[in-house]
């Protein structure tokens, strides 16, 4: 548990730190979608961007010092400032261009992003108010913005306690935010009101709302289609009765981590959410 709880308040100020770092290098590359829908993918969460007659739309805003380059990016695609940004979560990597951003847009959140913003400070000081969300929901609304009603629905204690996804109703794009990280290990912020349960079951219901021909923006990860999503579920659901097993066995965590998962997702451990981590987060999910 000590070890435990040396993860979580890693990860409290990683948001943070991570923008603390020099970011001077990163570019911003943009894919589309469609006629008006794009991806950006830069540093940190992958964006979705709207862009149309009645002006510009944007899914999360990865650092805040890569504000300037997002925008750039937006200009040259045709777009100018946002009118609306949608947080899909709080966590720093998606939302840290929102004081940037929220000077002339609107930011919508889920009302646990908005209560979580608030009580954030940088450097022993709140967020600006541009920063936090104006508008908020609780189980969901809808955007009529160009041409398309984007539909957000609010998943419970899955990520966290706030996650968002955007469908794209006639674009057929899907932004998942971080309810799926694209053949890697998910991070769940039980810290933040997520549980590896709430995870799988939103992961499992995704599945039966996305359209089969839908193109899938994920949290973390390359753009994706439904079968990728499908890989997730089936990692979940095997790393998770196999942590739940040895639970079940009396085994501790460190034999659990010992042991490993299977082969097939030894690799979904190579980046930052590592294979220990992840059996870490499953345990604690579930002990």
């Not at 969460?45 to 899914?59: A, E, P, Q, T």
């Not at 010092?65 to 979560?89: C, M, Q, S, W, Y």
């Not at 799988?200 to 289609?225: C, F, M, Y």
């Amino acid at each position: 548990m000590f070890r435990w709880t040396l993860i979580v308040l890693s990860l409290a100020v990683s948001g943070s730190a991570f923008a603390q770092r020099d970011l001077s290098g990163v570019e911003i590359k943009a894919t589309q979608l469609s006629d008006r829908v794009y991806m950006l993918e830069g540093r940190g969460g992958n964006i979705g961007v709207s862009i149309g007659k009645d002006g510009v739309l944007i899914i999360d805003d990865q650092f805040a010092p890569l504000a300037g380059k997002i925008r750039a990016v937006i200009g040259e695609l045709g777009g100018a400032d946002p009118t609306f940004i949608l947080n899909t979560h709080h966590h720093g990597d998606h939302t840290g261009g929102n004081a940037s951003f929220g000077k002339k847009g609107v930011i919508i959140a889920h009302r646990n992003v908005r209560n979580r913003l608030a009580a954030k400070r940088v450097k022993d000081r709140p967020l600006p108010e541009t920063a936090l969300p104006e508008i908020t929901f609780h189980e969901g609304l809808s955007i009529h913005f160009n041409g398309e009603e984007l539909r957000v629905v609010h998943f419970p204690n899955a990520h966290t306690d706030g996650d968002g996804v955007v469908f794209f109703t006639e674009s057929s794009v899907v932004h998942t935010g971080d309810l799926f990280f694209n053949g890697r290990f998910p991070y769940v912020d039980l810290s933040s009101g997520g549980s590896v349960q709430g995870y799988t079951e939103a992961v499992r219901s995704l599945l039966k709302q996305i359209p089969l021909d839908a193109k899938i923006i994920p949290g973390h990860g390359p753009l994706a289609g439904l079968d990728d999503l499908r890989t997730s579920l089936e990692m979940l659901e095997m790393t998770t009765d196999l942590v739940r097993k040895a639970i079940s066995a009396g085994q501790t965590l460190e034999e659990i981590q010992a042991a490993g998962v299977p082969e097939k997702w030894q690799s979904w451990g190579e980046g930052w959410m590592s294979t220990h981590r992840w059996l870490s987060i499953v345990y604690n999910s579930y002990k």
